[in-house]
């Protein structure tokens, strides 16, 4: 886990606000809260439930926020490759996206490891879990 956390903020730290590409991506009202329990599905529309984060964000954000939310793979894994084919990004949404993903797979990587032992949110075993997803993501 330590490489991992290591990795992220080596990575943090070279990710200046010169790499950022948000100001060419298209913005939107969003969630600010990717968990999937939050999004509810009836066969043949999504509804979200949930507006407590909500915001001016971007749809490559949003995505990245759906994508690397520990509720997306701990328990049932969201096929994130198909999940993202129903989007068609521009390029500078797509750096976006891997900017998100990079930033969001940290955080999900330090709050799981603050976890108190006695009273944990995440199954056992989450941390190291998402120590692998932060370090594949900055491959």
Do not use: C, K
Not at 44 to 53: A, H, K, P, T
Not at 110 to 120: C, D, H, I, K, Y
């Amino acid at each position: 886990m330590r490489q991992a956390m290591d990795a992220g903020l080596d990575w943090l730290a070279r990710s200046g606000p010169g790499t950022d590409a948000r100001g060419q991506a298209s913005p939107v009202f969003g969630p600010g809260d990717g968990n999937l329990a939050n999004y509810l599905w009836d066969g043949s529309r999504v509804q979200i439930v949930d507006f407590e984060d909500s915001g001016y964000s971007d749809r490559a954000f949003e995505l990245a926020e759906i994508t690397e939310h520990v509720g997306s793979w701990v328990e049932h894994p969201l096929d994130v490759p198909a999940f993202l084919e129903h989007f068609d990004l521009s390029p500078a949404e797509t750096v976006r996206l891997w900017e998100s993903r990079r930033l969001l797979s940290l955080v999900w990587l330090f709050l799981p490891a603050g976890e108190e032992r006695e009273n944990p949110r995440n199954p056992p075993g989450t941390a190291e879990r998402q120590a692998g997803r932060v370090l594949e993501l900055l491959a």
